[in-house]
């Protein structure tokens, strides 16, 4: 286990360079004439090959009150990055406001954040035996949170708040894990499913702490995008994830995926690997049913979601859909672990974490080259 932390550790330092630090990591591409004064006065890598999601996040902590209109400019679709604003906020704070040091902490929040998960999932997985061992890989090393610390992105913060959340319902502190939840909005508004783990009222007293918590979900929410509609007025919904008529995302674009698995076989590897095992996370879900479980029923959740994503999102290329469902690859291995029969267990295994083998190219865990 520790020798695995360190791997991870390594890959990480591969990520620094003197002068820039790790802002390799955020996924800078060479600026253009939109890039903002604030960002051009820090010292930033900026890479030809990579342009993603989080230099916008990274760009918005330099201005997380959203006073800066050069900010916006210099980013696609400013009011949805605004409303998923925590994580520029904690990079703000992390940073002392000194935006040198806020970029640093954005690109390194992400890194904080696994090994914070390395010690949470020890709470439902024990790596001190085998199958233990390999369920908290599959959780450490699954291809939606490597490409979140590789990027820089939201989704290894926010299975960080999902894990904080759980932990509070199964503490008998469902009040709690709603606030937790409903903090964790404010970094992706898909995070509110954890909700899902709330008990299951069973008393006129359980109605009303539900009510109580559902209030407390989506509360901040909705107070930030009242500040946000005082900014940019009716434009304050553009840009969300977008979703589809039951099972048609999937359709086309798991369809045109595998399309190209079967025209370039060695195109079509990691995409194959991603589709099945999220295809088995699901199935293992809906059918052992553990309607108890607070995992159980969050896993479920992200299963329904995964059934109504678009096409783009569907889409294993694009690098989101195994971000989007983390908290369903987490919970599949949360559940399995109760699974006694040795051939049951890796038989299911290892057909929903077959995403482990394009997450190995993900962070150069390994020196191919």
């Not at 998923?84 to 940073?95: D, N, P």
Request: one cysteine or more; aromatic letters at 12%; glycine letters at 8%.
């Amino acid at each position: 286990m520790i020798a695995l932390v360190i791997l991870f550790l390594v890959a990480v330092a591969r990520f620094y360079h003197p002068g820039t630090g790790f802002t390799a990591l955020i996924g800078f591409p060479p600026a253009g004439p939109t890039e903002p004064p604030a960002l051009q006065a820090i010292p930033h890598y900026q890479s030809p090959l990579v342009s993603y999601d989080g230099q916008f996040y990274a760009q918005r902590a330099l201005d997380p009150l959203l006073r800066d209109p050069t900010i916006d400019r210099g980013m696609d679709l400013a009011p949805f990055r605004a409303r998923r604003i925590l994580f520029s906020w904690t990079a703000y704070l992390l940073g002392f406001g000194r935006p040198a040091w806020i970029l640093e902490a954005y690109a390194l929040q992400n890194v904080a954040c696994w090994l914070a998960i390395a010690m949470l999932a020890t709470r439902w997985l024990n790596p001190g035996s085998g199958r233990g061992l390999a369920l908290w890989c599959a959780v450490l090393f699954s291809h939606g949170l490597l490409w979140s610390v590789g990027l820089a992105l939201l989704d290894g913060p926010s299975l960080v708040l999902t894990m904080c959340a759980m932990l509070a319902v199964e503490s008998h502190h469902p009040l709690r894990s709603a606030a937790i939840v409903g903090v964790a909005a404010l970094g992706r508004e898909t995070n509110v499913l954890v909700a899902m783990a709330q008990p299951i009222p069973t008393s006129g007293r359980g109605w009303l702490r539900l009510t109580v918590a559902a209030l407390l979900v989506v509360l901040p929410l909705l107070i930030w995008m009242d500040y946000l509609r005082s900014i940019y007025r009716s434009t304050t919904l553009v840009g969300t994830d977008s979703f589809v008529l039951l099972g048609t995302g999937l359709a086309s674009g798991w369809g045109e995926a595998l399309s190209v698995a079967t025209r370039r076989w060695s195109d079509g590897i990691a995409p194959a690997c991603i589709i099945v095992s999220l295809a088995v996370q699901a199935v293992f879900v809906f059918v052992r049913r553990d309607y108890a479980s607070p995992w159980w029923r969050v896993a479920c959740a992200y299963a329904v979601m995964l059934l109504f994503l678009d096409p783009v999102l569907a889409h294993p290329q694009t690098g989101a859909i195994t971000r989007v469902m983390l908290p369903l690859t987490v919970g599949f291995n949360v559940l399995l672990a109760k699974e006694l029969r040795p051939t049951r267990f890796w038989s299911w295994f290892l057909a929903g974490n077959l995403h482990l083998v394009p997450a190995l190219h993900v962070l150069p865990l390994l020196p191919w080259p």
